[in-house]
């Protein structure tokens, strides 16, 4: 599917009170909308209620007439025959301001949340400072907020202390609070967004006007009505249909003259209305800006008509694993040594090899090693962090302590990865390790294998390569994912999950998330 016939963003739209259509103000403006569209000018845009509106003018003047010369009969069949077809015209201006009232509701509601936002912006770096309360539209890129349990943040930016449960699901739909803290890839908050626990400092990254919630009321507001190849195939089917039968009830007349039966022109009008396809007609455009709404409800953002439709040909779903299938949050729950190991040395290994890494995995290393083993993090004036990337699939630690020159390396990471490390640097693997991450995969959790490295001599002679055992990284599944993949199974549409991880662990997830499909040890490619 082309990214120009459909943009889409997920946030979250269904509030209170916005899920019925007789909503009071939607129904007023509505009503008002479907009014100012009896400009000829718009109804020029739709052939068929072109001509009905002016079939509606026509009527009107020969009721006029009517009233004035009689008989009062032929009034009253004029009258009826007036006062329908402009209930036809308003009804179907009525129906296309409905469906574009809802989404004019949204940007509205959208607006409402951006300026009514309180702040509390800091005096100075440090939150005991105090702070001052202002409008969130008075923030300004690097502005420092303090932002305490239940407060809405206002504004985009970026967490540089504390950390908190936040409620996104204003913005991503996803009722499940997600982590946000300082350093790290989970660092970026939204404006609109509702701290739960805890408190945060936020430093805003956009100036008003640049912000998520400004671009989602330019795209809900700009949101245009581009013609589907379709709805033109349509268009051009009634415009023609109502050429011909046009032609053919002006050709009546002088028939039923020659015939001495003439026909009124009132009773033309009638006929007229009753052969085109005024329902297709009047309704066309009503139906391509409902459907737009209802991906509104759905979460997705459709730009046109075009992009409607291009999603009812969707037949493939690829849905990132992490935060998406699962809560993404995954945590150590164990070490597990190789024979011969000792469990608390494998705990400081991987210790160790964690105290730079920023994720909620790493802390979790660290937090598991200082409550189960009582290790606490160590000096680091001598080490040299290695970060984890997509093409090494590995993070640790080199210490370099000694006279000597003797260096002492820690790996964690993908099994294959440290794998190859070891047998690199002139270490063994027992076959232990592959069972130990085969078990550890196939329940469904993560393999983080940890190695130590001991390089001792002035020129770099290795020894005592090997691995110390594996950390296990629970993830977890969110709840009703089985349920919703069922139903996206039904539709014709088969879902593919799409991970980092090997393809063991990524398999257990897949059965139990319930997708027909997922792609393993996905990497990104520098092109």
């Known amino acids: 599917m082309s990214t120009d016939t459909l943009e889409t963003k997920s946030w979250k739209t269904r509030r209170k009170g916005a899920s019925s259509i007789f909503n009071g103000p939607i129904l007023r403006r509505a009503l008002l909308d479907s009014l100012k569209k009896l400009d000829p000018r718009w109804q020029l845009k739709n052939p068929v209620m072109f001509v009905v509106e002016i079939g509606s003018v026509i009527t009107t003047v020969e009721f006029v007439r009517y009233l004035i010369t009689g008989p009062a009969s032929e009034a009253f069949f004029v009258f009826g025959v007036a006062v329908w077809l402009w209930f036809t015209v308003i009804f179907a201006n009525f129906a296309e301001a409905m469906a574009e009232g809802r989404g004019k509701a949204q940007a509205d509601a959208l607006r409402k949340t951006r300026t009514t936002t309180p702040a509390k912006r800091l005096k100075q770096r440090d939150r005991t400072s105090g702070y001052e309360e202002v409008a969130a539209p008075d923030l300004r890129k690097g502005d420092l907020v ?10 985009d930016g970026d967490v540089i202390e504390g950390v908190a449960s936040v409620d996104e699901s204003a913005i991503t739909g996803e009722s499940a609070p997600v982590i946000r803290e300082s350093g790290g890839d989970r660092s970026a908050v939204t404006g609109g967004t509702r701290v739960l626990s805890d408190w945060v400092v936020v430093q805003i990254s956009a100036n008003p006007g640049e912000t998520f919630l400004d671009r989602m009321i330019a795209l809900v507001e700009g949101a245009a009505r581009q013609k589907t190849p379709n709805e033109i195939a349509l268009n051009i089917l009634l415009a023609s249909l109502t050429i011909i039968f046009l032609l053919a009830v002006v ?65 493939v779903l690829l849905l990132d694993k992490t935060g998406t299938i699962t809560l993404g949050n995954r945590m150590a729950s164990r070490f597990v ?191």
């Open 146 to 155: 303090l932002v305490e349990a239940g407060d809405v943040i206002p504004g």
């Open 251 to 315: 050709t009546l007349e002088p028939f039923a003259i020659y015939s001495n039966n003439p026909v009124s022109i009132t009773t033309l009008v009638a006929l007229l209305v009753c052969l085109i396809p005024t329902t297709i007609g009047g309704l066309l455009s009503a139906i391509g800006i409902a459907g737009m709404d209802r991906m509104v409800q759905r979460n997705v953002l459709a730009m046109s008509g075009r992009a409607v439709e291009a999603a009812g040909d969707v037949d």
């Open 337 to 527: 040594p190789l024979r011969g190991i000792n469990e608390q040395s494998l705990a400081r290994a991987a210790l160790l090899s964690s105290l730079a890494d920023e994720t909620p995995e790493g802390r979790s290393i660290v937090a598991l090693a200082n409550e189960r083993y009582g290790l606490h993090e160590e000096t680091t004036e001598n080490a040299t962090f290695v970060p984890f990337s997509a093409q090494t699939r590995m993070s640790g630690v080199d210490l370099n302590g000694h006279a000597d020159g003797s260096l002492y390396r820690v790996r964690k990471g993908a099994a294959d990865s440290v794998k190859t490390y070891v047998l690199d640097a002139g270490g063994e693997v027992d076959e232990e390790l592959e069972q130990l991450v085969t078990s550890i995969a196939s329940s469904g959790s993560t393999p983080l294998v940890v190695a130590e490295t001991n390089v001792q001599g002035q020129n770099g002679h290795r020894q005592d390569a090997k691995v110390l055992g594996v950390i296990e990284l629970k993830d977890i599944v969110k709840g009703g994912m089985r349920e919703r993949f069922e139903q996206l199974r039904k539709m014709g549409i088969r879902t593919v999950m799409i991970t980092g991880d090997n393809p063991l662990t990524a398999a257990a997830i897949a059965r139990e998330a319930g997708v027909d499909d997922f792609l393993a040890q996905a990497t990104l490619r520098p092109r």
